[in-house]
T-cell receptor, first 113, second 113 residues
Framework: GESVGLHLPTLSVQEGDNSIINCAYS??????FIWYKQESGKGPQFIID?????DKRQGQRVTVLLNKTVKHLSLQIAATQPGDSAVYFC????????????FGAGTILRVKS | DGGITQSPKYLFRKEGQNVTLSCEQN?????MYWYRQDPGQGLRLIYY???????QKGDIAEGYSVSREKKESFPLTVTSAQKNPTAFYLC????????????FGDGTRLSIL
C-alpha cells in the first residue's frame, strides 16, 4: 500500500473566509519558529516568524500564534484568496543542536472560488 | 534583486553518473544549506556550511558531497553512491546566529534516466 507520508492533510476553504493551519512541534527547547508557503514546483517562501518569548505576531493578513504549553503553532490567514492555495509548513529552531531548523511535512490549503 | 539561484531546474542522471547542482546567493549570507524534499515529507538536511571552506554533514549526507570555496556558492554533487536520488533539491541561505530565517531557491528536480 501507499506510505502514509504521501498524504498531507488538506484544508479547503471558501474564498474570503479565514484559514487556520496548525502545527505541532517536537522540542520544548525550540526558541524560534517560522511559517513557509510553498507553491507547486517552487521553493518555500518565508511568511512570518515568531520567537519563543512571544505568544502572537501579526503580519499582513497573517497571524501566528504560539502555545508553548502544548507545543502548538498556528497560522491564521484572513480573507483567504485563491493565490493563497499552496502547501504551508512550519519549522522549529533547535538551538541546542546548533540552530538547526526542523521542518514539518506540511498542510495543503485549497481555496475555492 | 537579492536572492538564491538554483540551476538547472530539471536534471536527469544516468546509472553510475555523478551530477552537480548549482546554488548561488547574493544575499551576503554566511550560512548555506542543502535539503532534499520527497513527496509528502518534510525537508531533510543533506549538508550545511556556516562559513567559507567549512561544511558539515546533515541527516542524510550519504551519497552526496559539497564544497564551499566562495561565500556566494555552495554546489551539491549527487554521486553514484546515492541509490535513490530522485527528489526535489532545495538550497537555502541565512545569516548566522540563532533565530534567523532561511531563504530558499526554487529548487532542482532530479530524475533517473
Amino acid at each position: 500500500g501507499e506510505s502514509v507520508g504521501l498524504h498531507l492533510p488538506t484544508l479547503s476553504v471558501q474564498e474570503g473566509d479565514n484559514s487556520i493551519i496548525n502545527c505541532a512541534y517536537s522540542n520544548s527547547a525550540s526558541d524560534y519558529f517560522i511559517w513557509y508557503k510553498q507553491e507547486s514546483g517552487k521553493g518555500p517562501q518565508f511568511i512570518i516568524d515568531i520567537r519563543s518569548n512571544m505568544d502572537k505576531r501579526q503580519g499582513q493578513r497573517v497571524t501566528v500564534l504560539l502555545n508553548k504549553t502544548v507545543k502548538h503553532l498556528s497560522l491564521q490567514i484572513a480573507a483567504t484568496q485563491p493565490g493563497d492555495s499552496a502547501v504551508y509548513f512550519c519549522a522549529e529552531n533547535l538551538r541546542e543542536y546548533g540552530n538547526k531548523l526542523v521542518f514539518g511535512a506540511g498542510t495543503i490549503l485549497r481555496v475555492k472560488s | 534583486d537579492g536572492g538564491i539561484t538554483q540551476s538547472p531546474k530539471y536534471l536527469f542522471r544516468k546509472e553510475g553518473q555523478n551530477v552537480t547542482l548549482s546554488c548561488e546567493q547574493n544575499l551576503n549570507h554566511d550560512a548555506m544549506y542543502w535539503y532534499r524534499q520527497d513527496p509528502g515529507q518534510g525537508l531533510r538536511l543533506i549538508y550545511y556550511s556556516q562559513i567559507v571552506n567549512d561544511f558539515q554533514k546533515g541527516d542524510i549526507a550519504e551519497g552526496y558531497s559539497v564544497s564551499r570555496e566562495k561565500k556566494e556558492s555552495f554546489p551539491l554533487t549527487v554521486t553514484s553512491a546515492q541509490k535513490n536520488p530522485t527528489a526535489f533539491y532545495l538550497c537555502a541561505s541565512s545569516a548566522t546566529g540563532g533565530g534567523q530565517p532561511q531563504h530558499f531557491g526554487d529548487g532542482t528536480r532530479l530524475s533517473i534516466l
